[in-house]
C-alpha cells in the first residue's frame, strides 16, 4: 500500500528536526524512502505486469527504476553511498545484477543497494500475492515465513493476543513485512530464559529499548506502539541510533544492521 510508505516518510519527517545525534541519518532515510516508494509505485503502477518472484526473470522491469534510484543516492546518501551509486551508473549492470542474485540467496545486511533496492519489490511480491523463487525460507520462527530475512526490528501493540503468540511483532529486513513473535524469546538464538535476557532503555527514547540475549550476545531494538501508537518502528529503530552504541559497548552485536548501517 502507498500509504505504508508514506506513513514512514512522514514519521521521518517529522523526526529529522527533532533529532539528536541521528539527525544526518534520518535525513538520509528520508530521501532513501522515498526512492523506494518510486521504486514501488513503479513496479504497482505498471499495466498488465505483476512480479513473478523470479528474480532473474522480473529483473528486465525492476531494472528500469534502478538508475533513478541510484542518483537519489548520489544526490542524498553520505559520501561513501554516493562514490558507490556514482561508480554503478556509469557501470554496466551486469556485475550488479550477480550481486543482487547473491543476496536474493544469501541476504546480508552490508549490501546496502541490493537490500535497499529490493525491499520495496519483495514489498510488492508479498501484497501482489506472489512468493520469492529460490530464496532459501527456514521454518524457524525467528526467520520471515515470507521471504526468510532476518528481523530488523521488534514492536509491541495492542491487539487481541493468545498465550502462544503474546502480543510482540518482528518486522522483516529484506520485506519489511511482519510476524508475530513470542514475547520473552531472543529473535537471534530462541533463548527463553528470563535471566539470560536483558533490556536497557533510556529516557530519551521512552518507547524503544534494547532487547539483548547474554546467550548468543545478539540483540534487536523493540519499538512499544502502546507507548507511542503513532511511531513507525522501521524509523524510530533509526532515530533511536545512540541506543546502538551503549549495545555494541556492551558487547552485543545487532541481528541485522538498518539501511543506514546502524
Ligand atoms: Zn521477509
Ligand atoms: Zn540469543
Redesign the pocket.
Request: hydrophobic share 40%; proline share 5%; aromatic share 12%.
Given at each position: 500500500m502507498i500509504s505504508w510508505w508514506n506513513k514512514q516518510i512522514q514519521r521521518a519527517d517529522h523526526l529529522v528536526p527533532r533529532a539528536n545525534g541521528s539527525k544526518e541519518l534520518l535525513t538520509f532515510y528520508a530521501h532513501l524512502l522515498r526512492a523506494q516508494k518510486g521504486i514501488y509505485e513503479s513496479l504497482r503502477g505498471r499495466k498488465a505486469w505483476l512480479p513473478s518472484g523470479d528474480l532473474e526473470l522480473d529483473w528486465p522491469v525492476l531494472s528500469e527504476a534502478w538508475p533513478r534510484f541510484l542518483k537519489a543516492v548520489e544526490s542524498h546518501g553520505p559520501a561513501s553511498l554516493a562514490a558507490e551509486a556514482h561508480q554503478l551508473s556509469v557501470s554496466e549492470t551486469g556485475a550488479f545484477v550477480e550481486s543482487l542474485m547473491t543476496y536474493w540467496y544469501h541476504s546480508s545486511d552490508i549490501q546496502f543497494f541490493e537490500k535497499a533496492f529490493l525491499q520495496p519489490y519483495l514489498r510488492w511480491l508479498n501484497e501482489s500475492g506472489g512468493k520469492p523463487v529460490g530464496r532459501g525460507v527456514l521454518t524457524s520462527e525467528r526467520s520471515c515465513p515470507f521471504c526468510g530475512g532476518n528481523p530488523q526490528v521488534s514492536f509491541l501493540q495492542n491487539k487481541e493476543t493468545t498465550a502462544e503468540s503474546g502480543n510482540r511483532d518482528l518486522i522483516c529486513a529484506s520485506c519489511l513485512s511482519s510476524w508475530e513473535f513470542r514475547r520473552v524469546v531472543?529473535a537471534?538464538?530462541g533463548?527463553e530464559r528470563p535471566a539470560k535476557l536483558g533490556y536497557f532503555h533510556s529516557p530519551e527514547f521512552d518507547h524503544i529499548r534494547i532487547e539483548a540475549?547474554d546467550?548468543?550476545k545478539?540483540y534487536i531494538k523493540g519499538v512499544d506502539l502502546t507507548r507511542l501508537g503513532f511511531a513507525a518502528p522501521i524509523v524510530d529503530e533509526i532515530n533511536a541510533a545512540p541506543l546502538d552504541i551503549w549495545a555494541r559497548e556492551h558487547g552485543y552485536t545487532k541481528i541485522e544492521l538498518n539501511l543506514v548501517g546502524v
Amino acid at each position: 500500500m502507498i500509504s505504508w510508505w508514506n506513513k514512514q516518510i512522514q514519521r521521518a519527517d517529522h523526526l529529522v528536526p527533532r533529532a539528536n545525534g541521528s539527525k544526518e541519518l534520518l535525513t538520509f532515510y528520508a530521501h532513501l524512502l522515498r526512492a523506494q516508494k518510486g521504486i514501488y509505485e513503479s513496479l504497482r503502477g505498471r499495466k498488465a505486469w505483476l512480479p513473478s518472484g523470479d528474480l532473474e526473470l522480473d529483473w528486465p522491469v525492476l531494472s528500469e527504476a534502478w538508475p533513478r534510484f541510484l542518483k537519489a543516492v548520489e544526490s542524498h546518501g553520505p559520501a561513501s553511498l554516493a562514490a558507490e551509486a556514482h561508480q554503478l551508473s556509469v557501470s554496466e549492470t551486469g556485475a550488479f545484477v550477480e550481486s543482487l542474485m547473491t543476496y536474493w540467496y544469501h541476504s546480508s545486511d552490508i549490501q546496502f543497494f541490493e537490500k535497499a533496492f529490493l525491499q520495496p519489490y519483495l514489498r510488492w511480491l508479498n501484497e501482489s500475492g506472489g512468493k520469492p523463487v529460490g530464496r532459501g525460507v527456514l521454518t524457524s520462527e525467528r526467520s520471515c515465513p515470507f521471504c526468510g530475512g532476518n528481523p530488523q526490528v521488534s514492536f509491541l501493540q495492542n491487539k487481541e493476543t493468545t498465550a502462544e503468540s503474546g502480543n510482540r511483532d518482528l518486522i522483516c529486513a529484506s520485506c519489511l513485512s511482519s510476524w508475530e513473535f513470542r514475547r520473552v524469546v531472543c529473535a537471534n538464538c530462541g533463548e527463553e530464559r528470563p535471566a539470560k535476557l536483558g533490556y536497557f532503555h533510556s529516557p530519551e527514547f521512552d518507547h524503544i529499548r534494547i532487547e539483548a540475549c547474554d546467550t548468543c550476545k545478539h540483540y534487536i531494538k523493540g519499538v512499544d506502539l502502546t507507548r507511542l501508537g503513532f511511531a513507525a518502528p522501521i524509523v524510530d529503530e533509526i532515530n533511536a541510533a545512540p541506543l546502538d552504541i551503549w549495545a555494541r559497548e556492551h558487547g552485543y552485536t545487532k541481528i541485522e544492521l538498518n539501511l543506514v548501517g546502524v
